[in-house]
């Protein structure tokens, strides 16, 4: 079965740079959850998207922004890059119109920032 | 607000031995439950959920009862093998309150031979 697809698996930036991170949806999923998860630290929600809107934020930065897309893949562009900001970060999916909430995640995108 | 809190790792297990890591939560409203795993360089693995009071999750052996009177979610296994060694994450989702889900900080499970 299709799973949540995450581009690039590994990132490096430098300080004050900018960085875009890509998440593919499993097919049908209309839902899409970014999280953010620091060395050693449980993942922390940012953002999501329902139907191409934004649904609900979390702490996410204002150096971040992120979009949902018509074919419903999700970007998250994040800039003026901090050293804090290296991270495994966590796109997931899920199917709300289908009533399951159930989210599915992708491997994750490392991003180290030196 | 909505938080997990979990019993502290690392755990460390011989094989075959029994596993409890516990979890307990507070919640605004009426939560699911999950247990996420993730292994070494890997992304977040559904493990088991339960959507409501009493409701018994499992899955490869592992099990958690949904328990509203003490707020818990602990986690079992009967007999731990090498290749469960992983980072165990309890987490809830309010339904209504966008979905997000509200992870506890993660619990290092390490079997030995």
């Known amino acids: 079965a299709a799973g949540v697809i995450q581009s690039p698996r590994h990132l490096i930036k430098e300080k004050r740079e900018t960085a875009t991170l890509k998440c593919y949806p499993i097919p049908r999923h209309d839902t899409v959850y970014w999280y953010q998860q620091g060395p050693g630290q449980d993942p922390q929600f940012l953002i999501s998207f329902y139907e191409k809107m934004q649904s609900d934020k979390g702490s996410i930065p204002d150096r971040f922004s992120a979009q949902q897309f018509s074919d419903y893949h999700s970007e998250l562009n994040m800039s003026s890059l901090e050293l804090g900001d290296s991270a495994l970060y966590f796109c997931?999916?899920?199917?709300?119109?289908?009533?399951?909430?159930?989210?599915?995640f992708g491997p994750g995108t490392r991003l180290t920032v030196t | 607000g909505n938080s997990v809190t979990q019993m502290e790792g690392p755990v460390t297990l011989s094989e075959e031995a029994f596993l409890t890591i516990n979890c307990t939560y507070t919640?605004?409203?009426?939560?699911?439950l999950f247990w996420y795993v993730q292994y070494p360089g890997e992304g977040l693995q559904l493990l088991l959920k339960a959507t409501k009071a009493d409701d018994k999750g499992s899955n490869k052996g592992f099990e958690a009862t949904y328990r509203k009177e003490t707020t818990s979610f602990h986690l079992e296994k009967g007999s731990v093998q090498v290749s469960d060694s992983a980072v165990y994450f309890c987490?809830?989702?309010?339904?209504?309150?966008?979905?997000?889900?509200?992870f506890g900080t993660g619990t290092q499970l390490k079997v030995e031979l």
């Open positions: 919640a605004t409203g009426y939560p699911s």
């Open positions: 997931a999916s899920s199917s709300r119109t289908s009533g399951s909430y159930e989210q599915y």
């Open positions: 987490a809830l989702e309010v339904t209504g309150g966008g979905n997000k889900l509200t």
